[in-house]
């Protein structure tokens, strides 16, 4: 849904936060399970985030990831 949200709200130019935290395992960014790369830099959704502009989150990529553990 919220990336979705982000490219709809990208046409119009409204700023957007995406909360990422429902990807985190243990919150202290040692897994690595919530990696994400934000503006071309891959950042830890625990330690760096959990909020972040949504017009920069490889929203592709995460959604990839997170299919890995189903």
Known sequence: M?????????KYSVPTVA?????MVDGTGMCGACRVTVGGVTKFV???GP???AH?????????????YN
Do not use: H, P, W, Y
């Not at 909360?19 to 990807?23: C, E, Q």
């Not at 592709?60 to 890995?68: I, P, V």
């Open 2 to 10: 919220m990336k979705f949200v982000s490219e709809l709200t990208k």
């Open 19 to 23: 909360s990422l935290n429902t990807i």
């Open 46 to 48: 625990c330690v760096d």
């Open 51 to 53: 909020e972040f502009d």
């Open 56 to 68: 920069q989150v490889d929203f592709d990529e995460m959604l990839m990831r997170l299919k890995a």
